[in-house]
């Protein structure tokens, strides 16, 4: 590869050689791989979010081998630290970062703008520049066929979600999940508890348990990476289902299903593109379609009719002939959201932020 | 009891050891260095590789000494402050909270008025984030003295007041009205930040200022006479009330400064670094600051050192995460030791061990 022996990379080289001979052989490269760093907010567990981000670049070092060095970071607080962590990612010569949390944004994109010859994929954001691509999953069209059997199995038709964070990635999951549910009980009417972490186990729970205290026999635990929300419902008796990676061994009875996110043939391509220098900034909405987002771990207690349902629509929202928002869509507050036969393109869905009518619970204001 | 059972005893020394003062932050750095070096050994990492990027790098590259910098700035004026309340016995634990409150009176001017220039924004910011941490920790003051609350406990939860506070203010009012609902106030503008003066780098004007503070606070604690009040005061209330210092007015003057310089220091992170107010602007400085207080033997000089240690621990820790595949708690773990084994060595300020022989007809 070409891209390692830049004239840059030779200078810095001989520099480093010096430094070399004390230090042991460390900066010795004789061909060097290409460095990749992923970065996340919270501790990677078995499950959830970092995990998923995790396992799909299992696949790209499966693929390069020792062409690639990967250095995963978790636990990485957003702020000052996370900048100077990312930087130092760089200044050790990894040329592909991965920023796994949207309050990375403002210090990757400055990572990105020093440093043209590394590749920056950047998780939830907005902005994007030739070398910075923001990616984000279409996980409301899992959530819709969750909120379909959601209410099939409610029987106080409430359901409720615990949620991290009131951006529009969250919130369009969650009105997703009401239409589903509407779709099959136009009644239904859905909670919401936002914690505003990513990663708070007890204060998660807490918030599952109010839910519950109030009649929610459903719970959606939007963007957790711990199985708090999920073992609590399996000790409480209520259904639940959870995002990125499936939960069902830490709630075996009452395990809804997971919407799970593979995100292996998006980081693949990027990583290719990079190494043939073909690295283009561009938003990467991914769903079902792209086999990013895939539902699994159905529960077995929902009724075939209704997971014959669930199935056709997957396979419509797969072939593109349908949207969850679509009108006629009417907001909480009463208004109109999206008229009637109209389809929200995707600039108005990653910017949504309203409720869908049915949702009780007022976004933070 | 057989003669070969020998047992150390702690015996206090007629007075206080000053080799043993200065020694004990060394000996405790050293102790930890070694106890996690041999950590990172049991856990199958790399020492060499933890020690260079820990260690080293900190000092030997030049990005990571201005990043020490850059993190010594805060951490130098918490502790300062801190450590003038501490040698009079008021036991300020919040300067987290007065931190917090320091930030967002910094920020409400770039909030409200985004559009403003001129260089006399961000100093107007500095000044209003240091009055803000010093009205925060004079709630802590009011109580203490008309209701004898213990300041511990009531610095101690303001922090977590403090901390909601931010919180509502990024999740209403303050919210960047083009940020996604994403709970962070708008990018400051040019004029909101504290200039740089290490080009190339993130360290700003905030440490010249932290630098400058620490002179008056060696002046205030070593030279003036409200200093030395103060800390008669502390050391002996009593003897300090029949000579008339006011109890009352340590503990307002104690956490009025503590709150000033960490409401600075707030207001210089979002200023600097930082460029907005958002969730996660403090890491803990203001229990870190507490560990550096202590560290630098509550002197002006000392936590000068002991800021620039605490600052590359925390760079350190930082590097060996990226470069040597350490955990983010192993950072943690390295600070605690450290004020433990200072806390250790600080015993032997003031005893000594005996190795006494259980000699008969010879009194112990």
């Known amino acids: 590869m070409t891209r390692g022996i830049t004239r840059r990379n030779l200078i810095k080289s001989a520099a480093l050689a010096g430094v070399a001979t004390t230090v042991g052989s460390r900066f010795a490269f004789a061909a060097e791989p290409l460095g990749i760093a992923l970065v996340v907010p919270s501790p990677i567990g078995d499950v959830g979010w970092g995990h998923a981000l995790k396992a799909a670049l299992d696949p790209v070092k499966a693929a390069y081998g020792d062409a690639v060095k990967i250095t995963v970071l978790e636990n990485i607080a957003e702020g000052p630290d996370a900048d100077r962590i990312m930087n130092k990612t760089v200044a050790d010569g990894n040329k592909f970062l991965i920023a796994g949390s949207f309050g990375y944004q403002n210090g990757a994109m400055q990572i990105a703008r020093r440093n043209p010859d590394v590749s920056v994929l950047h998780a939830s954001g907005y902005m994007v520049a030739p070398n910075f691509s923001p990616f984000a999953a279409r996980y409301y069209q899992g959530t819709y066929l969750m909120g379909m059997a959601a209410a099939a199995l409610s029987k106080t038709g409430k359901l409720g979600s615990v949620s991290a964070f009131a951006i529009p990635e969250l919130i369009t999951s969650i009105n997703a999940f009401t239409l589903g549910a509407q779709a099959v009980n136009p009644a239904i009417e859905v909670s919401v508890v936002w914690v505003n972490s990513w990663f708070d186990p007890a204060k998660e729970q807490e918030a599952a348990k109010a839910l519950i205290a109030q009649g929610c026999d459903v719970i959606f635990s939007n963007a957790q990476d711990t199985p708090s929300v999920i073992s609590l419902c399996e000790e409480a008796g209520v259904y639940a289902f959870n995002l990125n990676s499936s939960m069902k061994s830490y709630a075996p009875k009452t395990y809804l299903g997971c919407v799970a996110t593979d995100w292996s043939p998006y980081f693949k391509a990027q990583v290719d593109a990079h190494l043939t220098g073909k690295f283009k900034g561009a938003s990467a909405f991914l769903g079902v379609a792209d086999k990013v987002v895939q539902t699994v771990d159905w529960n077995p207690a929902i009724p075939a009719e209704t997971m014959k349902k669930i199935s056709d629509i997957e396979a419509k929202i797969a072939a593109g002939s349908f949207s969850p928002f679509t009108g006629p869509i009417t907001k909480a507050d009463g208004s109109q959201g999206v008229a009637a036969g109209a389809t929200m393109d995707d600039a108005a869905i990653v910017a949504m932020d309203w409720h869908v009518k049915g949702v009780t619970s007022p976004l933070p204001k | ?364």
Do not use: C
């Open chain 2, 1 to 364: 009891m057989s003669a070969a059972l020998i047992w150390p005893k702690l015996v206090k020394r007629e007075r206080p050891s000053l080799t043993i003062t200065i020694l004990a932050p060394l000996l405790a750095l050293v102790a930890a260095t070694l106890l996690n070096l041999l950590l990172y050994l049991i856990m199958g990492k790399d020492p060499v590789a933890v020690f260079h990027a820990m260690i080293l790098e900190p000092f030997i590259s030049f990005p990571s000494f201005s990043e020490v910098l850059l993190k010594t700035g805060p951490l130098l004026l918490i502790a300062e402050g801190l450590a003038i309340g501490y040698r009079a016995k008021v036991f300020n634990i919040g300067a987290e909270g007065q931190f917090i409150i320091g930030a967002i009176f910094a920020s409400a001017l770039p909030v409200w008025y985004p559009m403003a220039t001129g260089q006399w924004i961000w100093p107007t910011m500095l000044v209003a984030g240091a009055i803000g941490g010093a009205m925060w920790a004079g709630i802590t003051a009011f109580w203490r003295v008309r209701l004898r609350a213990n300041e511990i406990l009531v610095s101690l939860m303001l922090s977590l007041v403090a901390a909601q506070v931010l919180n509502y203010l990024l999740l209403g009012p303050w919210k960047d009205p083009n940020g996604f609902n994403f709970p962070q106030s708008v990018m400051f503008q040019y004029d909101a930040m504290v200039p740089l003066i290490i080009p190339g780098t993130r360290v700003n004007a905030s440490l010249l200022i932290a630098l400058a503070l620490a002179l008056v606070a060696y002046v205030f604690m070593q030279k003036s006479f409200t200093g030395y009040k103060l800390e008669v005061g502390g050391l002996a209330p009593r003897a300090a009330g029949y000579a008339g210092f006011s109890e009352g007015r340590a503990i307002w003057l104690s956490l009025l400064i503590g709150g000033f310089a960490a409401g600075l220091a707030g207001a210089a992170e979002v200023a600097g670094p930082i460029g907005q107010l958002q969730r996660s602007i403090s890491t803990g400085y203001g229990y870190a600051a507490i560990i550096v207080a202590y560290f630098g033997g509550l002197h002006p000089i000392g936590i000068l050192f002991s800021s620039v240690v605490m600052a590359a621990i925390y760079i350190g820790g930082d590097n060996a995460l990226v470069s040597a595949d350490l955990p983010i708690a192993a950072v943690r773990v390295f600070q605690g030791s450290l004020l433990l084994a200072y806390l250790m060595a600080t015993t032997f300020v003031r005893y000594q061990l005996v190795f006494l022989r259980p000699v008969s007809g010879v009194a112990p």
